[in-house]
């Protein structure tokens, strides 16, 4: 389970993984070439997503899985142009709200930037009120 919260300025998400029961930490959000990235859902089918972000999102080599409803992994990108959000198929959409959150934490998340905190703040709060987040928060800024 995931929470992954931008405000503008700061990209940040907490280092939970499930696994049959037992939480492992690990990391979610990571730069490549000016570009924030960030995973939820499947980890190790987003670690795939974000490769194939790094090779140059070429459409042809595209996971498979990233093209059906049941298994596509979201992927957020965020550079200084916008952000980002792919979801099914290889073309994003752009985000147009001041901030963003992500995972099953969003809208908690959501939620604590609506009432002024930062990406930080949003995600400790998560981590507070929701058992299957935790484990430490990441962050990054472009």
Not at 30 to 38: D, P, S
Not at 56 to 78: H, M, N, R, S, W
Request: charged letters at 20%; one cysteine or more.
């Amino acid at each position: 389970m995931t929470v992954i919260a931008w405000d503008g300025k700061t990209l940040a998400a907490d280092k939970r993984a499930l696994n049959n029961g037992r939480a492992t930490t690990v990391t979610k959000i990571c730069k490549h070439e000016g570009w924030l990235l960030a995973v939820s859902g499947d980890l190790t089918r987003g670690l795939e997503l974000v490769k194939w972000f790094k090779a140059g999102q070429d459409p042809e080599k595209l996971p498979a899985f990233q093209l059906t409803l049941a298994d596509y992994v979201p992927l957020l990108a965020i550079n200084k142009d916008g952000v980002y959000l792919f979801e099914m198929g290889h073309m994003p959409f752009k985000i147009e709200e001041p901030f963003f959150a992500c995972g099953s934490g969003r809208d908690c998340a959501l939620t604590a930037m609506h009432l002024g905190r930062d990406a930080v703040q949003a995600v400790q709060i998560t981590c507070e009120v929701l058992t299957n987040c935790g484990n430490g928060i990441d962050t990054l800024t472009l």
